[in-house]
């Protein structure tokens, strides 16, 4: 087995720097300020991509009029 207290020595770095990142994310964000900031970038996000799915959208619909147009000239 192993010992469980050589592989927490081996952590104690890797600890201390998670511990400050997360103090600093904290202090950061903290409080209902925090949390409206967070709120506000995920809603951001979200839109970001909503919009870029709507390019694509508006993109297909003006290919597919200009094949409809393709198809009605040849038509003529």
């Given amino acids: 087995m192993v010992d469980?207290?050589?592989?927490?020595?081996?952590l104690t770095p890797y600890y201390s720097t998670v511990e400050q990142i997360?103090?600093?994310?904290?202090?950061?964000?903290?409080?209902?300020?925090?949390?409206?900031?967070i709120i506000l970038v995920i809603r951001l996000i979200y839109l970001?991509?909503?919009?870029?799915?709507?390019?694509?959208?508006?993109?297909?619909?003006?290919?597919l009029e200009n094949k409809i147009d393709e198809i009605a000239r040849k038509k003529k």
């Fill in 4 to 10: 469980l207290n050589a592989t927490v020595s081996f």
């Fill in 22 to 37: 997360i103090g600093t994310i904290s202090l950061l964000v903290g409080g209902i300020f925090g949390i409206y900031l």
């Fill in 48 to 63: 970001k991509k909503t919009f870029d799915f709507y390019k694509e959208i508006k993109a297909d619909m003006a290919r």
